[in-house]
T-cell receptor
């Protein structure tokens, strides 16, 4: 079957670094996406990985290992505005996105 | 990036009435659009996949006669919640794929918050 696993909730301190992990199983694979969603708002795109390795974009980086079915989102220099849910989604062979339940990130001062 | 709009952003209606939500791709033609529902503090739940010119594909447990989806053009899909009840109160979000891209990124509309009294 198809499945995405990520932690339900994480807490980190302002200015620190946090890593949100995601494991996936899909029928075919067409990339791994990370989205950010603030409460009451629609998700916004953060990153896309289709090849193994690390993609860096400012304070956010995303890593993919296709052989392990594993990805992580790394957030550096955390700011209070980073408090949000982070959704991991894997693309399958039918161009559908299989969504994780999301990780709620709480940033403390 | 591609832009998706959604209208209305917020709607309050009486129980038993029908509500139509529009989803438009503004700068690209979307052959496939998706409708999601999200209850408070829960993740996105895919309701249906809408394909232009054909019937929508509904996820298990979603009543197709209650949630009518029409994708009559390449830039517009509509979701009609028929005979709405308070338990249908939720955040409804649409997204669209840009067929020009060779990967699956979905571009989201801003969402519609439906409250049924």
């Amino acid at each position: 079957g198809q499945n995405i696993d990520q932690p339900t909730e994480m807490t980190a301190t302002e200015g620190a670094i946090v890593q949100i992990n995601c494991t996936y199983q899909t029928s075919g694979f067409n990339g791994l996406f990370w989205y950010q969603q603030h409460a009451g708002e629609a998700p916004t795109f953060l990153s896309y990985n289709v090849l193994d390795g690390l993609e860096e974009k400012g304070r956010f980086s995303s890593f993919l290992s296709r052989s392990k079915g594993y990805s992580y989102l790394l957030l550096k220099e955390l700011q209070m505005k980073d408090s949000a849910s982070y959704l991991c989604a894997a693309g399958d062979s039918n161009y559908q996105l299989i969504w994780g339940a999301g990780t709620k990130l709480i940033i403390k001062p | 990036g591609a832009v998706v709009s959604q209208h209305p952003s917020r709607v309050i209606c009486k129980s038993g009435t029908s509500v139509k939500i529009e989803c438009r791709s503004l700068d690209f033609q979307a052959t496939t659009m998706f409708w999601y529902r999200q209850f408070p503090k829960q993740s996105l739940m895919l309701m249906a996949t809408s394909n232009e010119g054909s019937k929508a594909t509904y996820e298990q447990g979603v009543e197709k006669d209650k949630f009518l989806i029409n994708h009559a053009s390449l830039t517009l899909s509509t979701l009609t919640v028929t005979s709405a009840h308070p338990e249908d109160s939720s955040f409804y979000i649409c997204s669209a794929r840009d067929p020009r891209l060779d990967y699956n990124e979905q571009f989201f509309g801003p969402g519609t918050r439906l409250t049924v009294l």
